[in-house]
């Protein structure tokens, strides 16, 4: 069982740039693909980005894609999701998520393959 927290959210207007930190412990960092996901206002849970193992492979979701970048640093233990030119689309809570079965290279982009979950961060864009 590996903690995965979430910090970095807040309410900002349109336009303006966040980012997000998830920091874990219990595990090695390094073992795990990570990924961000969302969940906006009266809707499911999406994904919004992913990072490998290896930290060179990612994935974003064509509404984040070119606006939000996430990277990790394995010696802190540490995932980010910088978010600029937010929109009140992006609107949501926030988690990070943490996954084992995708190799070393590889992304996930399957919600249900992910093992380990934060509690979330709220972001809210305002208009």
């Known amino acids: 069982q590996i903690r995965l927290v979430e910090i970095g959210g807040g309410s900002v207007q349109t336009g303006d740039s966040l980012r997000l930190v998830c920091t874990t412990s219990?595990?090695?960092?390094?073992?795990?693909?990570m990924g961000w996901f969302r969940q906006a206002p009266g809707k499911g849970r999406e994904i919004v980005a992913s990072?490998?193992?290896?930290?060179?492979?990612?994935f974003y979701a064509d509404s984040v894609k070119g606006r939000f970048i996430i990277s990790r640093n394995n010696h802190e233990i540490t995932v980010y999701l910088q978010m600029n030119s937010l929109k009140p689309e992006d609107t949501a809570i926030y988690f990070c998520?943490?996954?084992?079965?995708?190799?070393?290279?590889?992304?996930?982009?399957?919600?249900?393959?992910?093992?380990?979950w934060g509690q979330g961060t709220q972001v809210t864009v305002s208009s």
């Open positions: 998520a943490a996954g084992s079965s995708a190799d070393y290279y590889s992304v996930l982009t399957d919600e249900s393959k992910y093992d380990y």
């Open positions: 990072i490998s193992r290896s930290a060179e492979s990612t």
């Open positions: 219990g595990s090695f960092f390094s073992s795990y693909t």
